[in-house]
T-cell receptor, first 114, second 115 residues
Framework: GDSVTQMEGPVTLSEEAFLTINCTYT??????LFWYVQYPGEGLQLLLK?????DKGSNKGFEATYRKETTSFHLEKGSVQVSDSAVYFCALSGLNSGNTPLVFGKGTRLSVIA | GAVVSQHPSRVICKSGTSVKIECRSL??????MFWYRQFPKQSLMLMAT?????????EQGVEKDKFLINHASLTLSTLTVTSAHPEDSSFYIC???????????FGSGTRLTVV
């Protein structure tokens, strides 16, 4: 079945450091790919998405490019802030149907220190 | 944007009692609602998929008699944890797919503590 693998955390960075969180996937067909962020005690918020190969999703300084050849969707940010501390989830939607749930990676906890 | 309103955000209940969690889609119709459970520092585990007007589909290992899901309208889905026990303590989150292009939106979650 479909699956998502993302790098284990926790990741601790200093403010203004460069961030990369790796995400790879296994899926049949052409999934849509997502990054969600979860702040402590809250639900998930969509950070960015890409629906086809070579698409780049971007939001709030975060970027991720849908790489079909490497089945990857790595999350990057050039300069992290303390407010970026959260858990980040990579996810895919395997079928183009409203009845299909997201498949999540295990999440990567990011801590940014001043 | 599309919003799913989830209530309550926190609830503490005694063992043996039941708790109902509501998720309402505020500005769209949610034909399908997904219910997840999240343990501390872990990912989301899909519990069940509810479809408006029909029975929910439960994932393997999820007790459908303990976790009752009702999706009676296009804007409301409920999860009732029946005869709750401390091991049911967890963070429960609902989610709906708004449109194929928009993607998924999530409720803000319910922290259930059973004492």
């Amino acid at each position: 079945g479909d699956s998502v693998t993302q790098m284990e955390g926790p990741v601790t960075l200093s403010e203004e450091a460069f961030l990369t969180i790796n995400c790879t996937y296994t899926a049949t067909g052409y999934p849509s790919l997502f990054w969600y962020v979860q702040y402590p005690g809250e639900g998930l918020q969509l950070l960015l998405k890409a629906t086809k190969a070579d698409d780049k999703g971007s939001n709030k300084g975060f970027e991720a490019t849908y790489r079909k050849e490497t089945t990857s969707f790595h999350l990057e940010k050039g300069s992290v802030q303390v407010s970026d501390s959260a858990v980040y989830f990579c996810a895919l939607s395997g079928l183009n149907s409203g009845n299909t749930p997201l498949v999540f990676g295990k999440g990567t906890r990011l801590s940014v220190i001043a | 944007g599309a919003v799913v309103s989830q209530h309550p955000s926190r609830v503490i209940c005694k063992s043996g009692t039941s708790v109902k969690i509501e998720c309402r889609s505020l500005d769209f119709q949610a034909t399908t609602m997904f219910w997840y459970r999240q343990f501390p520092k872990q990912s989301l585990m899909l519990m069940a998929t509810s479809n408006e007007g029909s029975k929910a589909t439960y994932e393997q290992g999820v007790e459908k008699d303990k976790f009752l899901i009702n999706h009676a309208s296009l804007t409301l889905s409920t999860l009732t944890v029946t005869s709750a026990h401390p091991e049911d303590s967890s963070f429960y989150i609902c989610s709906a797919r708004v449109t194929l292009n928009y993607g998924y939106t999530f409720g803000s979650g319910t922290r259930l503590t059973v004492v």
